[in-house]
């Protein structure tokens, strides 16, 4: 089992920007990719960015490429989510989710792919 907890999260105007964290605890000595998905109620959970085991292989969505980086810090499992130049339509829950898979694996972008998921952050972008 991974544990998975986001924080960072919070109401800001757009443009402007917010570093979401998600620490991973448990089977941690496993090798797995992290992701961000993004859902607000009524639609589907939207992938956002994912990055493997050593960091060396990301992707982002096409509707955040520029703004949102992915990245990870092994030393202290946790993975973040620069978000830069927010925009009202970034408002959503954000949630991590992990994967054991392949370092050499791309990371997936399905979001039922994933095994273990963390309860979400909220970030409310206003105009």
């Known amino acids: 089992q991974v544990q998975l907890v986001e924080s960072g999260g919070g109401f800001v105007q757009a443009g402007g920007l917010l570093r979401l964290s998600c620490a991973a605890s448990g089977r941690t000595g496993s090798k797995y990719a992290l992701a961000w998905f993004r859902q607000t109620p009524g639609e589907e959970r939207e992938f956002v960015a994912a990055?493997?085991?050593?960091?060396?292989?990301?992707n982002h969505a096409d509707s955040v490429k520029g703004r949102f980086t992915i990245s990870r810090d092994n030393a202290k499992n946790t993975v973040y989510l620069q978000i830069n130049s927010l925009k009202p339509e970034d408002t959503a829950v954000y949630s991590c989710a992990a994967i054991i898979i392949s370092e050499y694996r791309t990371p997936p972008f399905r979001w039922n792919e994933y095994q273990y998921w963390g309860q979400g952050t909220q970030v409310t972008v206003s105009s």
């Open positions: 990055i493997s085991w050593s960091g060396g292989n990301t």
